[in-house]
């Protein structure tokens, strides 16, 4: 069974930068399309970015564009999402996700991912 663990949110002032981490295991990090969504407090899931499986082609969504970084590393089992000048606006549980179908296609929807992470807290003060 695969599993996604989430570190590194926190509380930053606006302007801060944090960087958040997602281990997976149980299965093979390299089949892995891997996205990253977020859910404000009375909002749907949104997507945030993706990368590809093996050629490290990213796709993000363009409130976060110029801003965020998503990058994957093999050796660790790992992605992550670089966040920097956040806003108050990026306040949310910032989930991990993990598309299993060997795709080529970087989804942006919830239904495109198979296995999900618990989420971590990320709150941007003004």
């Not at 930068?17 to 299965?27: E, V, W």
């Not at 590809?52 to 790992?78: E, H, L, P, W």
């Amino acid at each position: 069974q695969v599993q996604l663990v989430e570190s590194g949110g926190g509380w930053v002032q606006a302007g801060d930068s944090l960087r958040l981490s997602c281990a997976a295991s149980g299965g093979t990090f390299s089949r892995f399309v891997m996205g990253w969504f977020r859910q404000a407090p009375g909002k749907e899931r949104e997507f945030v970015a993706a990368i590809s499986r093996s050629t490290n082609i990213r796709n993000y969504a363009d409130s976060v564009k110029g801003r965020f970084t998503i990058s994957r590393d093999y050796a660790k089992n790992t992605v992550y999402l670089q966040m920097n000048s956040l806003k108050p606006e990026d306040t949310a549980i910032y989930y991990c996700a993990a598309d299993d179908t060997l795709s080529t296609v970087l989804g942006t929807t919830a239904a495109s991912y198979d296995y999900w992470g618990q989420g971590t807290q990320v709150t941007v003060s003004s």
